[in-house]
């Protein structure tokens, strides 16, 4: 398999970053251990799940083509200005393909905030509770 770019990596941290970033550095693991079980631990289809319109809530405009020719560069620019959480996202991504990370969520490729259950969960069975977020496999 062909090594990802550092472009390539800052995207799947920037999904980390600005959809856990709140809920710490296992927040984030969860996030990219989802990003591993819908790509069925295939590291080259980590950036295809990330960049999967509607995949994540946090990049809906530019997986949506919303910001144009810009398309990840803000995302990028605004999720690496958390200086605390952004060098914590590209560790867990360098684990993520170097196939080192540890799956909390125990087999999740979904998940929701904790306060809601979205439609899609049912027929879903629940993995893992980490921070605000509730993980979800099918059964």
């Known amino acids: 398999m062909a090594?990802?770019?550092?472009?390539?990596?800052?995207?799947?941290?920037?999904?980390?970053?600005?959809?856990?970033?709140?809920?710490?550095?296992?927040?984030?693991?969860?996030?990219?251990s989802v990003i591993a079980n819908r790509a069925k631990g295939d590291p080259s289809q980590y950036l295809s799940i990330v960049k999967t319109p509607y995949a994540f809530s946090a990049l809906i405009k530019p997986t949506t083509g919303k910001t144009g020719e810009k398309g990840f560069s803000e995302e990028i620019a605004r999720a690496s200005r958390d200086h605390q959480a952004w060098p914590i996202a590209l560790k867990?991504?360098?684990?993520?393909?170097?196939?080192?990370?540890?799956?909390?969520?125990?087999?999740?490729?979904?998940?929701?905030?904790?306060?809601?259950?979205?439609?899609?969960?049912?027929?879903?069975?629940?993995?893992?509770?980490?921070?605000d977020h509730l993980f979800f496999k099918r059964y």
């Open 3 to 32: 090594q990802p770019t550092e472009w390539e990596k800052e995207i799947v941290a920037t999904c980390l970053v600005l959809e856990a970033a709140n809920q710490g550095e296992s927040g984030m693991q969860a996030v990219a």
């Open 92 to 131: 867990i991504v360098d684990q993520l393909y170097a196939d080192t990370l540890p799956d909390n969520t125990f087999g999740a490729d979904h998940y929701s905030r904790r306060d809601q259950l979205p439609s899609w969960s049912h027929g879903m069975r629940a993995t893992a509770v980490i921070g």
